[in-house]
């Protein structure tokens, strides 16, 4: 198991060399000049070719990448394209809370419901209850998040009043209400039919009959021996979620309802070919997802001694 | 509970062993598929999408493309049963037509992604060694990215080089004007990000059938490795990667629809259900009272689409694996 960790800890900064390889290929080889998009279209000839200079865009693509990751490692990850003279590094700082709150908040409400529901729906197998559930947040959660803010932010806000139209005041903010109750629906599906598959096929298992047939009150069969085996791998999920959530989880929501996070940056700089900006915040979420990844499964070989063993 | 194959029971409650022919399994899986109710609700749904996509000219009253100004932004009416967009286009005919575009990408994307993930994956796993390696390295370097960003991300940078290699050959120069050249833009993006996934299901699934007995049996006796894996353990890996197959066919819908929205995917005047939420969301027609289905109606058809795929793929799911077929549902 050390070893394993050991190996993948070596991998990671390969694995992100690697990333940013590609980025920048799509960068230095893609569409759009940037020049022209800091500059405008009219600016000078000399000016363009001063700045192509400085931004390194003359030279060989090796040397390109060399450069960057040099710079990089000494925490200079250059200058926007878009947002003139604001280095990189703390334009995605001040957006990186924002999507962090409201991926968490939203992570770990959807988690807590979803794992209530799955319960109840696996406890009462296969009648109403159950069914109504399941197909319920099945249902919930194959709305896509772009298909359902825009109709419910029309009747929250335009239609009844009882929300401001979008915008972001905080966690603590009435705002905050519509995205994090959208975005938790996502995770409440995952864990409530996780923990009902869980719970049906620990209920299959011979200690659960032992439990049972050595006169354990039901409610205790459940909640000690049923209920705990069946979260353990629930942490897995979590953890994923956890990594996978941090960018891409509320991409749309926040483009749709102007939240000053990291999904709405690289939105912003998809279009405006912002390739500094693009190039870090693929670094950076690759370096989440791998990072979780690889907390995740040794949190798991923590907490389940079996994997331990192999 | 277990039950071996070729064996049901009697009338008498003995257990009676009976040939299995491929029909009797078809059979069997079917009876086990359609208790699942919301499976065959499912299956409606998808068959009114393909039966749309495929007969769209004449379903649609109007054509999709065909501006009238004299009627634009209007609310529906007898001729224009879901009204008309800002350049007098029917929105029922718009909504019936991109379930076309839908049925292009979707599938497309899907069968590549999935041939790439099944020739990938079962390589990785049979090979094992520095095959293995190079593969599967590849694939978390793609994975690390979170899906639909890396979708974006090569639709914005591969787009416009693309579409000028097209209009440079003169047999894509046509699909190029047509509009339809985005279909594939978006098609290869979306294959890209999805078969790192299923190489490594199906890398998991090839490891653990890969040491049985009959794989080292048919080994023994000299067939060779592409063999080997198309014949032996293809067959028996396949139940999972079906299940996932269905799920992945509603998650392509929602990509290209995601990409459409945002404008770098689908582009109008082909329509489709994701490029329409934007059209009209843009458009204040549907903030008025009569009107807001403009923009949830598109999203609602989407949804009803993954809706139906997810419970299909439950459906699949028990008719093909008998092991949680009848008592432990």
Request: hydrophobic fraction near 50%; proline fraction near 6%; aromatic fraction near 10%.
């Amino acid at each position: 198991m050390t070893a394993q960790i050991i190996r993948r800890l070596l991998w990671l900064p390969f694995l992100l060399i690697i990333l940013t390889i590609i980025t920048l290929a799509l960068a230095y080889y893609g569409p759009g000049d940037p020049v022209q998009v800091m500059l405008g279209p009219r600016a000078p000839k000399e000016a363009a070719e001063a700045l192509r200079q400085q931004l390194g865009l003359n030279d060989p693509f090796p040397v390109y990448v060399v450069k960057y990751i040099s710079k990089a490692l000494q925490g200079d990850l250059g200058e926007s394209y878009k947002y003139r003279g604001q280095p990189v590094g703390p334009l995605i700082w001040e957006r990186l809370g924002v999507s962090a709150q409201l991926n968490l908040a939203a992570l770990l409400i959807g988690t807590v419901i979803g794992i209530f529901l799955g319960t109840v729906a696996g406890l009462f197998r296969n009648s109403w209850v159950d069914y109504g559930i399941i197909s319920t947040v099945v249902l919930l959660d194959s709305i896509p998040t772009f298909a359902i803010t825009l109709p419910l932010l029309f009747l929250f806000a335009v239609r009844w009043r009882i929300l401001p139209p979008g915008g972001w005041q905080g966690l603590l903010d009435i705002r905050a209400i519509l995205p994090i109750a959208i975005l938790s629906l996502g995770p409440m599906t995952v864990f409530a039919r996780q923990t009902r598959a869980n719970l049906l096929e620990v209920i299959g298992q011979d200690y659960i009959r032992t439990a049972r047939s050595k006169g354990l009150p039901e409610s205790m069969v459940i909640t000690s021996h049923a209920l705990r085996n069946s979260l353990i791998p629930l942490t897995t999920l979590f953890g994923l979620a956890l990594g996978g959530s941090l960018i891409g989880g509320s991409f749309f929501m926040e483009t749709l309802l102007g939240i000053p996070g990291i999904g709405r940056l690289a939105f912003e700089t998809f279009l405006a070919r912002d390739y500094p900006v693009i190039t870090a915040l693929v670094i950076l979420t690759a370096a989440t997802i791998a990072i979780a990844n690889l907390v995740v499964d040794v949190a798991y070989a923590y907490i389940d001694p079996r994997i331990r063993a192999t | 509970m277990a039950v071996a194959q070729g064996v049901r029971p009697t009338g008498q409650g003995a257990w009676v062993p009976q040939a299995t022919s491929r029909r009797s399994r078809f059979i069997d899986g079917w009876r086990r598929f359609s208790r699942h109710k919301l499976a065959v609700l499912g299956l409606f749904i998808v068959g009114a999408w393909i039966v749309c996509g495929l007969f769209a000219p004449w379903i649609a009253p109007y054509s999709y493309r065909e501006n009238n100004l004299a009627v634009s932004q209007q609310l529906p009416s007898a001729e224009h049963w879901l009204g008309t967009d800002r350049l007098g286009r029917d929105q029922l005919s718009r909504l019936i037509w991109a379930a076309r575009t839908a049925l292009i990408v979707a599938p497309f994307a899907v069968t590549v992604s999935f041939a790439l993930g099944l020739i990938f994956g079962s390589l990785a796993g049979y090979l094992g060694g520095w095959v293995e390696g190079i593969i599967m390295r590849v694939a978390d370097v793609l994975l690390a990215f979170p899906g639909l960003l890396f979708a974006l991300l090569l639709s914005v940078t591969l787009k416009p080089r693309l579409v000028s290699m097209m209009e440079a050959s003169s047999v894509l120069k046509d699909l190029v004007r047509s509009g339809y050249a985005e279909l594939i833009i978006v098609i290869l993006a979306l294959s890209v990000v999805g078969w790192p996934g299923l190489a490594r299901l199906v890398r998991a699934q090839v490891l653990s059938s890969k040491n049985s007995l009959y794989i080292e049996a048919a080994r023994a006796s000299g067939v060779n490795t592409w063999r080997v894996i198309r014949q032996h353990i293809l067959p028996n890996i396949l139940a999972p990667i079906i299940v996932v197959l269905s799920m992945s066919l509603g998650g392509a819908v929602v990509a290209e629809s995601g990409l459409s929205f945002l404008g770098l995917g689908v582009e109008p005047p082909i329509p489709s259900w994701g490029n329409m939420i934007y059209e009209n969301a843009s458009n204040g027609l549907w903030r008025t009272a009569n009107a807001p289905y403009l923009v949830w109606a598109p999203g609602a058809i989407v949804s009803l689409l993954v809706f139906a795929f997810s419970f299909i793929g439950d459906g699949l799911n028990e008719a093909l694996n008998p092991q949680i077929g009848e008592g432990s549902r």
